[in-house]
């Protein structure tokens, strides 16, 4: 099972309303591969920190809420008819995020890819764009994006065996029978803690693998971009 269809996650965004999207979201970023780092990384404008930390100004909030809005809009409509199509959430998820790139001048941007490329990690360099600019070759691209490959496929694996027995809970029928529902998907979900962790073990060697391909050149490049910006006095 792939992470896209795993749930119709709702999240708040800028504490104003509530968004239905097919997306899974990983600290604040979407777990997305039809959108490009720079793309996932837009999403962070929504956050009221990342908002101030980047110094948006009144009209750039504006222009933030209003299209976040118009996205909303659509995802509701989205949401509420028979069978929607995966691609026209893909499509609205697309236009969010350029509109919040549109929003953001050069500055504004960096400081956004690079707070996302911290949030994404190693994975980023799956990134054509990311890729380019740390200066990898084709092989060593390749190599990168088979590993992430294969872990994500394991990854999505431990998610569709949770989905799985999620999904074998009986429905709830009654407000009593709705809190014994919550508390049997807490169980289930926490009795993968196992395996959740043998992913982040993993995840860890991934890291250092992918580190392991790039040159010192290349590391220091990519090290500088994923750092956390320091504000200047």
Same mark, same amino acid.
């Given at each position: 099972m792939k992470?896209?269809?795993? +749930?119709r996650m709702v999240f708040g965004v800028l504490g104003a309303f509530a968004i239905a999207t097919p997306m899974t979201m990983a600290q604040g970023v979407p777990n997305s591969p039809y959108l490009s780092v720079a793309q996932r990384s837009a999403f962070l404008v929504a956050n009221p920190d990342i908002e101030t930390k980047i110094h948006l100004t009144s009209a750039q909030h504006k222009a933030i809420l209003l299209?976040?809005?118009r996205?909303? &809009?659509? +995802?509701?409509k989205l949401s509420a008819s028979k069978d929607p199509a995966q691609k026209a959430f893909e499509e609205n998820d697309l236009t969010l995020a350029n509109a919040y790139l549109n929003t953001l001048n050069p500055v504004q941007k960096e400081e956004v890819l690079r707070l996302g490329v911290q949030k994404i990690g190693t994975e980023a360099l799956t990134d054509t764009s990311i890729a380019q600019r740390v200066g990898l070759n084709p092989s060593q691209a390749n190599k990168i994006a088979s590993l992430f490959r294969a872990f994500n496929k394991r990854q999505e694996d431990v998610d569709a065996m949770v989905g799985v027995a999620l999904a074998a809970i009986p429905e709830p029928k009654t407000g009593k029978d709705?809190? &014994?529902?919550?508390e049997k998907q807490k169980s289930v979900t926490a009795s993968y803690e196992g395996e959740r962790q043998r992913l982040r073990k993993e995840k860890a060697l991934l890291n250092n693998q992918v580190l392991n391909?790039?040159?010192?050149t290349q590391k220091k490049v990519w090290l500088h971009l994923a750092a956390v910006p320091t504000k200047k006095k």
């Open positions: 992470n896209l269809s795993l +749930s299209a976040t809005k996205y909303s &809009a659509v +995802s509701e709705q809190a &014994a529902y919550e391909i790039l040159n010192a």
